[in-house]
């Protein structure tokens, strides 16, 4: 099975942390954290529809000034999502700076801000200087963002303030089966992907004009099949209580990937909970109960900048136990 999600790491494991993730065939691309941005280009931010921030430590939003500066004439609305706090984090950013000639610029930029029972959505707009609109609140189910693809879904943690663990999930993979593909002697061309649209959309109506040939949904139908789709997760900066670790669980379940921080080491675990942090250890047993895949280790403290690989193997040996 071809992977759904292109995911890089855009800073190493002692810089701020962040996740940029290509959406493969859909043309765009999602965030996981905004620390410092410079190695993404201005394509990479372009490209950018949806931006999850776990929490606005400086660390994990400081980027926010740089995909700001890059998107100014950006034609698609930017979305973020925040814990509680963040619509007036993101209004503090934009106050920072004087728009007067900008009525003309069309980003706009779409904020919401969650918490455990509920979300409430704003609207920044440049033509009408980034001055905040309410737009009320919606129930907060465990999803923050779903469609015909793939859905983000979100645990409210403990980090002495709230900050939220993602996990992306494709809603399932359809994979095309060549040798049928050869055997009604098709190619393997753009209309592939609007078979694939209108499977996900299910547009069994949809007529497609191969070589010269209008073929129906139902002829074509056949040359594809359904399988389980990918699931990533991405958590940092929570204290390893049981209750943290069970809301982990339960959002990461069954990742093939699972990115999460191994901030400190076992031994120095009562520093890891003076500033509400897991664990290398915390973090392999949170992969093992999950059933993940893989475990990505990331976001280390410094004080391990000589002995980095002692995290890695701790996490490992924890999660293989």
């Known amino acids: 099975m071809k992977p759904s999600f292109h995911v890089r790491q855009f800073n190493g494991p002692f810089d701020d942390p962040g996740l940029y993730i290509r959406i493969l065939r859909e043309g765009r691309s999602i965030i996981f954290d905004l620390g410092f941005t410079t190695a993404l280009s201005p394509r990479d931010i372009l490209k950018t529809s949806d931006i999850f921030i776990s929490h606005a430590h400086i660390d994990h939003f400081i980027g926010f000034d740089n995909l700001l500066r890059v998107s100014l004439r950006k ?75 793939c859905k983000v879904s979100a645990s409210v943690l403990d980090h002495q303030i709230p900050c939220l663990a993602f996990s992306l999930e494709e809603d399932y993979h359809i994979n095309i089966d060549k040798s049928k593909l050869g055997s009604l002697n098709l190619p393997v061309d753009p209309w592939l992907g609007e078979l694939k649209k209108a499977i996900r959309e299910q547009r069994e109506d949809s007529l497609f004009t191969i070589n010269g040939r209008s073929y129906t949904f139902q002829e074509l139908n056949g040359i594809a099949t359904i399988t389980r789709g990918q699931k990533l997760s991405y958590v940092v900066d929570a204290i390893g209580s049981e209750e943290n670790v069970g809301k ?38 949170i992969a093992r109960e999950a059933g993940v895949g893989r475990l990505e280790a990331m976001h280390f403290s410094p004080r391990y900048m000589e002995e980095s690989e002692k995290l890695i193997r701790e996490a490992e040996e924890e999660f293989k136990r």
């Open 75 to 149: 034609e698609s609305p930017l979305k973020l999502f925040g814990p509680e706090g963040f619509i007036d984090c993101v209004e503090g950013k934009l106050r920072s700076y004087t728009w007067n000639l900008i009525e003309d610029y069309p980003l706009i930029i779409e904020v919401k801000e969650i918490n455990n029972v509920s979300i409430k959505k704003v609207v920044f707009k440049a033509g009408n200087s980034f001055t905040r609109e309410d737009l009320g609140t919606e129930p907060f189910c465990g999803v923050l963002m779903k469609d015909s693809f």
């Open 248 to 285: 982990i669980v339960e959002l990461v379940k069954g990742s093939d990937i699972l990115y999460i921080e191994t901030y400190f080491l076992d031994e120095d675990k009562d520093r890891a909970r003076e500033r509400y942090h897991l664990t290398a250890k915390e973090a392999g047993r």
